[in-house]
């Protein structure tokens, strides 16, 4: 055959072929860079075993799929309080007992605070800074708490990924059989009304994902928690430590007596206002602390340094206004066109509408779908919802399109103008206001009555919560986080539309949104000391012009110093107590309320066995007093604290003491005096009985501790020497 009708027999196969290597030869480049240390996909590097690997945006992306899936999944809320009690997700085959606090704080890390998770947190903070030894373990513990459930410290992906890739250096990973116990266990809440009934084919559609991405996210989880629990339980306690923890303990179960104690505030209307010099000085010495901090120099936690602070403005529709105009619109329609609007509602909405009817043969619940009469009133009522809250989303949506399009943003150099736009894109059936704020901290901006609950959603579901997006801006973030996080917030980019909230988060319920804002950063202002008295930060940077009115610092200032006066006055005003009581102790009581005379200071006495029956009841849950849920926790902090004084005390007592001790618990900013205090040692039976529990209880304090340090964010990248990768010379950076 001639070389001609060769190439005539095989021009089909020989084009494919050359195709197929000139794509290899277009390809080949992008794969070698890629493979190469520093590709242009690379944008991080991690040690592991010590070996340094790329970090891939691939690694990222899925990372955030994953954590995504858990969330639809409400993995989250597989071990969260309830008022059936806790969901457990822990005790797993082969995976073992994993301490509650390694759960509670990986699942703060990773999925962050919305509505659905914020109980997370509440639980996660009273199960580990409830047992810090004193007022500045404890203080320690919360700042640690803080770092984890903070996601403006890092990103969650980025944070996942180090987590997983430390496990599998280990060589941990979890089961198939577990990942099916943990989707039998969900079962099982969505059937105890626990967890919402969304189907896995939805979740899966959500992410663009597939079944098998959603198993091996559960795998990539539960390894996880496999690990951290494992890293932080190896502990073990010397014969010697256990001894005398156990000592410290029997004294603080044992220990009684009677007590009075005065609140150092209430002597704060004796003090005379503080004078400019004292004020200076008090500023001078703490201006460069952050509030809180406590230290064994600064047990009060004094503290002025500023924090991150933001401002905003924002364009604002009331649903409920949206809705009763939506609903004079509807009272217009015919009887007919009305019933056809909510009608297709009901028929686009159905599982809206879904009622159980019992269990199935593998105890899931069964759902029926009631027919359109049954349901009609509340079709329409949640019609008339959603079709307010489409209104004003398609007006603000199209407030900030015009805000982009006259180029606001696109030149970076002013905000939108709110006021223009509100009066421009208002409408007879949606009023947009137009407002802003003055410099904000993170803690004001979730306490402000307008934007305490606001959200950014994704499809029914929180997906972040404002604060978070404002204060993970760029102006605010570290050098490399600016490097990596191009979808962060930058000045004068604008939000929405968000969604607000009052009370809990119910996507079924109709009254629980409460309003939509747009938002556009005009200020944001980094932590830092404060220049003057008068430099509170809400009017901005250090070279703003003071806000008009009062200064909050001057205010705080002052009031620190009117506190340690007060606390010197109760110490001597106690002094004069412990003189009277040791010859009459109840009369020294009824002087000492004589002289406060007033029904809001009023000095008790009480015994510590009481106040040790009060602690048991409010841990067990079974307290029957009505209190706000601050004091209530400020009365078992108080109470806690008193009774380990009452027992460091105890054992210091001497033969020649009279009987009083004057105690001061400066964490509380309290005076205590004790009598008759009296403690029964521990015998050497005792000790042995309880040695294991003991030794069970500081085990789980310590992994309770090791967990909150093992989990802080720069802890996790310090451990798996994670660097950002350095742009190239003529390379965009990620941001870019």
């Known amino acids: 055959m001639s070389l001609t009708k060769w190439f005539r027999k095989n021009n089909k196969k020989l084009l494919a072929f050359v195709g197929v290597a000139i794509?290899?030869?277009?390809?080949?480049?992008?794969?070698?860079?890629?493979?190469?240390?520093?590709?242009?996909d690379t944008v991080?590097?991690?040690?592991?075993?010590?070996?340094?690997?790329?970090?891939?945006?691939?690694?990222?992306?899925?990372?955030?799929?994953?954590?995504?899936?858990?969330?639809?999944?409400?993995?989250?809320?597989?071990y969260a309080p309830s008022e059936r009690g806790l969901s457990v997700i822990c005790q797993l085959p082969d995976l073992g007992w994993i301490n509650d606090t390694v759960v509670l704080a990986t699942n703060s890390l990773l999925f962050g605070d919305t509505p659905a998770t914020a109980q997370i947190g509440n639980r996660l903070y009273q199960t580990v800074v409830s047992q810090g030894q004193d007022w500045a373990e404890q203080e320690a513990l919360a700042d640690g708490l803080g770092e984890i459930m903070d996601l403006r410290t890092s990103r969650s992906n980025v944070l996942y990924y180090l987590l997983l890739k430390e496990a599998e250096s280990m060589g941990l990973q979890a089961t198939n059989e577990q990942v099916e116990m943990l989707l039998e266990i969900r079962g099982q809440l969505i059937a105890a009304r626990l967890l919402q009934p969304i189907s896995i084919g939805s979740i899966v559609e959500r992410v663009s994902g597939t079944e098998g991405n959603m198993k091996l996210a559960i795998r990539n989880y539960l390894t996880i928690l496999e690990c951290v629990h494992a890293l932080t339980r190896d502990l073990a306690v010397s014969e010697p430590e256990l001894r005398t923890l156990a000592r410290n303990e029997a004294a603080r179960r044992?220990?009684?007596?009677?007590?009075?104690?005065?609140?150092?505030?209430?002597?704060?209307?004796?003090?005379?206002?503080?004078?400019?010099?004292?004020?200076?000085?008090?500023?001078?010495?703490?201006?460069?602390?952050?509030?809180?901090?406590?230290?064994?120099?600064?047990?009060?936690?004094?503290?002025?340094?500023?924090?991150?602070?933001?401002?905003?403005?924002?364009l604002y529709v009331d649903l409920a206004e949206v809705e009763s105009a939506q609903e004079s619109q509807f009272a217009a329609l015919s009887a007919v066109d009305q019933e056809a609007r909510v009608r297709q509602y009901w028929e686009e909405n159905r599982a809206l509408f879904a009622e159980a009817v019992g269990r199935d043969e593998l105890g899931m619940i069964s759902y029926r779908n009631p027919s359109f009469d049954e349901v009609e009133e509340r079709a329409r009522a949640l019609y008339l919802a959603s079709a307010a809250y489409s209104a004003a989303e398609a007006v603000l949506t199209s407030a900030r399109q015009s805000a982009r399009a006259n180029g606001a943003e696109a030149n970076g150099s002013e905000p939108m103008d709110c006021a223009a736009l509100a009066e421009s894109v208002s409408t007879d059936l949606v009023r947009v206001v137009p407002g802003g704020t003055e410099y904000l901290s993170y803690a004001a901006m979730q306490q402000h009555e307008d934007f305490g609950r606001v959200y950014r959603m994704r499809g029914e579901q929180p997906d972040a919560r404002l604060v978070?997006?404002?204060?993970?801006?760029?102006?605010?973030?570290?050098?490399?986080?600016?490097?990596?996080?191009?979808?962060?917030?930058?000045?004068?980019?604008?939000?929405?539309?968000?969604?607000?909230?009052?009370?809990?988060?119910?996507?079924?319920?109709?009254?629980?949104?409460?309003?939509?804002?747009?938002?556009?950063l005009t200020g944001a202002d980094k932590s830092r000391e404060?220049?003057?008295?008068?430099?509170?930060?809400?009017?901005?940077?250090?070279?703003?012009?003071?806000?008009?009115?009062?200064?909050?610092?001057?205010?705080?200032?002052?009031?620190?110093?009117?506190?340690?006066?007060?606390?010197?006055?109760?110490?001597?005003?106690?002094?004069?107590?412990?003189?009277?009581?040791?010859t009459d102790w109840d009369g020294a009581v009824a002087q000492l309320n004589a002289d406060l005379n007033d029904p809001n200071k009023v000095v008790f006495s009480n015994t510590i066995s009481a106040t040790r029956s009060l602690l048991d009841q409010i841990e067990n849950g079974v307290w029957g007093g009505d209190l706000p849920r601050g004091e209530l926790q400020r009365v078992y902090g108080q109470s806690v604290s008193m009774i380990r004084l009452a027992a460091d005390e105890a054992g210091s007592l001497g033969a020649s003491d009279t009987g009083l001790v004057m105690a001061a618990d400066e964490g509380w900013g309290r005076w205590l005096v004790f009598r008759d205090l009296a403690v029964e040692p521990l015998t050497a039976e005792e000790y042995e009985t309880r040695r294991a529990m003991i030794a069970q209880r500081w085990l789980d304090r310590a992994q309770n501790l090791a967990v909150v340090s093992h989990l802080r964010p720069d802890n996790i990248k310090a451990r798996m020497g994670f660097r950002w990768r350095e742009a190239e010379s003529g390379e965009a950076s990620e941001s870019e």
């Open 44 to 78: 991080a590097f991690v040690t592991i075993n010590g070996e340094e690997h790329e970090c891939t945006n691939v690694d990222l992306s899925r990372a955030n799929q994953d954590i995504q899936i858990l969330q639809a999944l409400q993995v989250p809320l597989m």
């Open 23 to 40: 794509m290899i030869g277009f390809l080949l480049p992008n794969f070698t860079g890629s493979g190469r240390r520093g590709g242009k």
């Open 254 to 314: 044992n220990v009684d007596g009677t007590y009075v104690a005065v609140e150092a505030d209430w002597f704060a209307s004796d003090v005379a206002a503080p004078t400019d010099a004292e004020l200076e000085a008090q500023f001078e010495l703490y201006k460069s602390v952050a509030r809180g901090d406590v230290t064994d120099d600064n047990p009060r936690g004094f503290g002025y340094k500023l924090p991150d602070r933001v401002q905003v403005e924002y």
């Open 468 to 520: 978070d997006l404002l204060f993970g801006c760029i102006p605010l973030l570290d050098e490399e986080d600016v490097t990596y996080n191009s979808g962060a917030l930058d000045l004068h980019d604008s939000l929405g539309p968000l969604t607000a909230f009052a009370g809990a988060y119910d996507p079924r319920g109709t009254n629980t949104v409460t309003g939509l804002y747009v938002l556009t």
């Open 530 to 582: 404060p220049v003057s008295l008068e430099d509170d930060g809400r009017s901005g940077g250090a070279d703003a012009a003071p806000i008009d009115g009062e200064s909050t610092l001057r205010a705080q200032v002052a009031d620190d110093v009117r506190s340690l006066a007060a606390f010197d006055l109760a110490e001597a005003r106690m002094d004069v107590f412990v003189a009277a009581a040791a």
